[in-house]
């Protein structure tokens, strides 16, 4: 299974800047997408592959916003996190698969002058772990997006003049930290535990060219399926947003092998 995950910084932009050619090269099997921008009658969209497509999209036009477009016609969807306060902004995806869930979340931002730190922290932050963790009573969990924060100082090139700016502050990477001791694991760094490696660039200062970036976009997985996860990379050459795609491969072999064996003996009278 291969699913990537993209904050595309309006969807209406990324489909002139080369979206459907990148879908077509990477073909995954599943595309979580962040930050839309746009309701679905906005937007046309010829994607023959994927014939699940999924939108939530924030009461504000022109704002926020996520979606699913899949190959794979899933058990069950659902979007928020069905509380009043979190549920005007189109943040929250949830696709039911046969073994997992798959969740897309665009987090919310703090605010240049964090005047949202406090419901980031206090209430977005808090409510969002506990519906994982609601889920994860169910079967496994596979959550993806923009998470807006950089975990570690190794997430961002300027840990140390960041430090009290949206990203970084220490009330949104212990929000991040939660997740991890909740039994949640950052794939990225399964695989990869070297600096300099982001998902997110300004648009300011030619930062992209000079990777002075952060890498606030993730895959995050419960504990129980680690050992599934084949692959988790990011793309940083793929443009079109201020943010690169992010790709991870899950391998399902063991579990129609498991299926195939069960059938066999079910057919032999073995069982």
Known sequence: ?????????????????????????????????????????????ELEKYPYKYWNSAEKKGYSGTAIFSKINPLSIKNDLEIEKHDKEGRVICMELKNYYLVTVYTPNSKRDLSRLNYREKEWDVDFLNYLKELEKNKPVVFCGDLNVAHQEIDLKNPKTNKKNAGFTKQERQGFENYMQSGFVDTFRIFNQEPEHYTWWSYMFNSRAKNVGWRIDYFCIS??????????????????SDHAPILIEIDEKNEIKKRNKIFSLIKTKKI
């Open 223 to 240: 504990e129980d399926i680690k050992a599934k996860i084949k692959k988790s990379v990011i793309l940083p050459e793929i443009m079109g």
């Open 1 to 45: 299974m291969k699913i990537i995950s993209w904050n595309v910084n309006g969807i209406r932009a990324v489909l002139k800047k080369g979206f459907l050619n990148f879908i077509n090269d990477y073909n995954p099997d599943i595309i979580c997408i962040q930050e839309t921008k746009a309701s679905p009658e906005q937007v046309e969209l």
